[in-house]
């Protein structure tokens, strides 16, 4: 069955260092989804991606973050200036319909920021 | 903002039990979905439910939806050890562009 990667499963960084989260969303899904899940708290919605540009953000969601899909496959989050409450799980998501279809998550990158 | 709402907050049952989750949510939504996760993990998808369906079942999963009070309940039935985990209802509302509202989750224990 389709799923969702992800890479790295964990990634360690120094507050202030960039990051960038990759995502492999299913491959014959239109609408990419970022998540975070901040350690003991809900999962909270960041971004979606539809036809190469963002369709809708969160609040959370300010400059320091950006999201882009460089080929057919990939998806990625970058975070610029990383601080020490970006420290959160973070999950892609995918669908093929986004009001009809299931969203397909990824099994989540832990970013720890030091 | 319109947000899911799981209770209880922690269940703990025995082996074979049933247990009963439910989910309330604020405003008008287009689909409700009961996701898994196992602590520390991703998010397994359990099940979707329309807002024009009233109930769905998938093995031994039982999810009901009544949109006149905002709210769903999943029921797993002869539980397992191995469904001990946090389940989380996520709302997509009718005129969003895709995004999850999810809620607070409840953690299941499950003694053998």
């Known amino acids: 069955e389709p799923e969702v990667t992800q890479t790295p499963s964990h990634q360690v960084t120094q507050m202030g260092q960039e990051v960038i989260l990759r995502c492999v969303p299913i491959?014959?899904?239109?609408?990419f989804y970022w998540y975070r899940q901040i350690l003991g708290q809900k999962v909270e919605f960041l971004v979606s991606f539809y036809n190469n540009e963002i369709s809708e953000k969160s609040e959370i969601f300010d400059d320091q973050f950006s999201v882009e899909r460089p080929d057919g496959s990939n998806f990625t989050l970058k975070i610029r200036s990383t601080k020490l409450e970006d420290s959160a799980m973070y999950f892609c998501?995918?669908?093929?319909?986004?009001?009809?279809?299931?969203?397909?998550f990824g099994p989540g990158t832990r970013l720890t920021v030091l | 903002s319109q947000q899911g709402e799981e209770d209880p907050q922690a269940l703990s049952i025995q082996e074979g039990e049933n247990a009963t989750m439910n989910c309330s949510y604020k405003?008008?939504?287009?689909?409700l979905q009961w996701y898994r996760q196992n602590s520390g993990r991703g998010l397994v998808h359990l099940i979707l439910?329309?807002?024009?369906?009233r109930e769905k079942h998938s093995g031994r999963l039982r999810v009901t939806l009544d949109t006149s009070k905002k709210s769903s309940s999943l029921l797993i039935t002869a539980s397992r050890a191995a469904d001990t985990a946090s389940y989380f209802c996520a709302t997509l509302r009718g005129s969003t562009l895709g995004r999850l509202y999810f809620g607070r989750g409840t953690q299941l224990t499950v003694w053998p």
């Open positions: 998501a995918s669908t093929q319909d986004r009001l009809t279809d299931t969203q397909y």
């Open positions: 405003t008008s939504i287009n689909n």
């Open positions: 439910i329309r807002s024009n369906e």
């Open positions: 491959s014959n899904h239109l609408y």
